[in-house]
């Protein structure tokens, strides 16, 4: 149980959606309901703002359905595009523009949630402690940084939620 929640606190929760999304499909061969995650993350807190960061690649039917689907929800979006590099290597990647969001919403709310494995937010989960902010981090345990577990306030192993979050084929 997480013990950092309270009624009215304000919360923000940022996603990053490949890290989640990918980690789904490799460890279940399943989809995340993100809306049902946002659900449960905020645990009858304020919810300020979900922000999900996707990449579009294709902008497929299925990918724009995706993408409707989540703000349909209420989940904002950040789009970028997939950049197509010399060689055919391809980059895609949301790590500074989440952490630039999460840094400008730390004024506005009390508690923010990460929702990623990546040991790269180790620095923004550090700088944003230091500013007050209880910081919570959401992913699949066995691919989740032990670093980012540990300095995060609250870690939410959504192995143990799966039953909630993953979407039934």
Do not use: C
């Not at 940022?14 to 399943?30: C, L, R």
């Not at 969001?101 to 180790?122: C, E, H, N, P, Y």
């Not at 066995?142 to 959504?158: I, M």
Request: no cysteine.
């Amino acid at each position: 149980m997480n013990s950092f929640l309270y009624s009215a606190q304000r919360v923000a929760i940022f996603i990053d959606t490949q890290n989640i999304y990918h980690s789904a499909k490799n460890f279940y061969g399943k989809k995340v309901d993100f809306s049902n995650l946002v659900k449960i993350l905020t645990h009858e807190r304020n919810l300020i703002r979900a922000i999900a960061y996707v990449i579009k690649s294709d902008f497929s039917s299925k990918e724009i359905s995706f993408f409707e689907t989540l703000t349909k929800k209420g989940i904002e979006l950040r789009i970028k595009e997939m950049i197509h590099l010399p060689g055919g290597e391809k980059k895609a990647d949301w790590d500074v523009g989440i952490a630039v969001d999460a840094i400008r919403m730390s004024k506005f709310v009390d508690a923010i949630v990460l929702v990623t494995g990546d040991g790269d937010f180790l620095p923004l989960v550090d700088y944003l402690k230091n500013q007050g902010n209880i910081v919570e981090v959401a992913g699949f345990s066995r691919n989740t940084s032990s670093r980012l577990k540990e300095a995060a306030d609250y870690f939410y192993d959504l192995d143990e939620i799966k039953n909630f979050i993953l979407i039934k084929k």
